[in-house]
């Protein structure tokens, strides 16, 4: 079975850090997708970025930048130089290819982030 | 363009009774999923919708139940609701199947007294 485990709960900095997010994901599958979605105080998730299980290339997007390595299952997000308008519920998400996606996406817990200004 | 609508925004029913909550998708999109979102947890799969027919489900009762119409929009339907059942139930919509970008609304905030 599919899961995906984010182990910080809650993270706190100061505005201009540095901050990473991690995600672990368990698949059986050898063809995946992995999602990162964020979910700001008003409830609506957005869509972060998706990679899929063959490419394992970094990927940078101005002050996000995401680290998928296949090897320890993990695939981690940082934000450089954080602002305040980045606090929000980060989720990691994974769906497994062989069912076509019919059984959706597996959510992590989330990581509640939280930018002091 | 407009992004994924559901209604309505919020909803108090009680125990026993029934709700139907509804989704319109992003236009010239063809997928609809349901998730259910517990306080502090992260959105639970519940129902896959592509072309008008059920392509996945989730681990839910018979209670929960949902359609698409030809338009793409979608229903979903609880029965003999329960307390539990108090969640924020979002709908997400995709060009295709489940595992392109999914793009979610903003949500219906269902509780049950």
């Known amino acids: 079975a599919q899961k995906v485990t984010q182990a910080q709960t809650e993270i706190s900095v100061v505005e201009k850090e540095d901050v990473t997010l991690d995600c672990v994901y368990e698949?059986?599958?050898?063809?995946?997708?992995l999602f990162w979605y964020k979910q700001p105080p008003s409830g609506e998730l957005v869509f972060l970025i998706r990679r899929n299980s063959f490419d394992e290339q970094n990927e940078i997007s101005g002050r996000y930048s995401w680290n998928f390595q296949k090897s320890t299952s993990s695939f981690n997000f940082t934000i450089t130089a954080s602002q305040v308008v980045d606090s929000a519920v980060y989720f990691c998400?994974?769906?497994?290819?062989?069912?076509?996606?019919?059984?959706?996406?597996?959510f992590g817990k989330g990581t509640h982030l939280i930018i002091q200004p | 363009d407009a992004g994924v609508t559901q209604s309505p925004t919020h909803l108090i029913k009680t125990r026993g009774q029934h709700v139907t909550l509804r989704c319109s998708p992003i236009?010239?999109?063809?997928?609809v999923s349901w998730y259910q979102q517990v306080l502090g947890q992260g959105p639970q799969f519940i129902f896959q919708y592509y072309e008008k027919e059920e392509r996945g489900r989730g681990n839910f009762p018979d209670r929960f139940s949902a359609r698409q119409f030809p338009n793409y929009s979608s229903e979903l339907n609880v029965n003999a609701l329960l307390l539990g059942d108090s969640a924020l139930y979002l709908c997400?919509?995709?060009?295709?199947?489940?595992?392109?970008?999914?793009?979610f609304g903003p949500g219906t905030r269902l509780t049950v007294l």
């Open positions: 698949t059986r599958d050898t063809t995946y997708y």
């Open positions: 236009s010239g999109h063809k997928s």
């Open positions: 997400a919509s995709s060009y295709l199947r489940g595992y392109n970008e999914q793009f």
């Open positions: 998400a994974l769906s497994e290819g062989s069912g076509g996606g019919a059984d959706g996406l597996t």
